[in-house]
């Protein structure tokens, strides 16, 4: 069993930045891959950033530029630092990671075996 922890969401104004955080513990010593989520009130959960499965790091369109995503696997943390922060971003984060799932994209959520709890981002105008 895998458990994955978000943190690091909170409000700010357009144009700003923040920088999630998911702690991964439990079973972290196979392989797998790891990715962030969102999902807004009334829509679908989207991929926002995700490693596929060469291990290359990939970003939905729209956050090209503007978020990042990185990895520290000594401490089985993964990062997305969100800067340019736009109001129809506000959503709540997830952190998925997937183990033993293939033949998905990356921002398919079928790939994913576990989830996050969410974390809460809200960008104001």
């Known amino acids: 069993q895998v458990q994955l922890v978000e943190s690091g969401g909170g409000s700010v104004q357009a144009g700003g930045s923040l920088r999630l955080s998911c702690a991964a513990s439990g079973s972290t010593y196979s392989a797998y891959y790891m990715a962030w989520f969102r999902q807004a009130p009334g829509k679908e959960r989207e991929g926002v950033a995700g490693f596929d499965s060469d291990g290359i790091t990939r970003y939905t369109d729209s956050v090209k530029g503007r978020f990042t995503l990185s990895q520290d696997n000594a401490k089985s943390t993964l990062y997305l630092q969100m800067n340019s922060l736009k109001p129809e971003e506000t959503a709540t984060y997830y952190c998925?990671?997937?183990?033993?799932?293939?033949?998905?994209?990356?921002?398919?959520?079928?790939?994913?075996?576990?989830w996050g709890q969410g974390t809460q981002v809200t960008v104001s105008s």
């Open positions: 998925a990671l997937s183990r033993g799932r293939t033949g998905y994209s990356w921002a398919f959520v079928e790939r994913y075996n576990y």
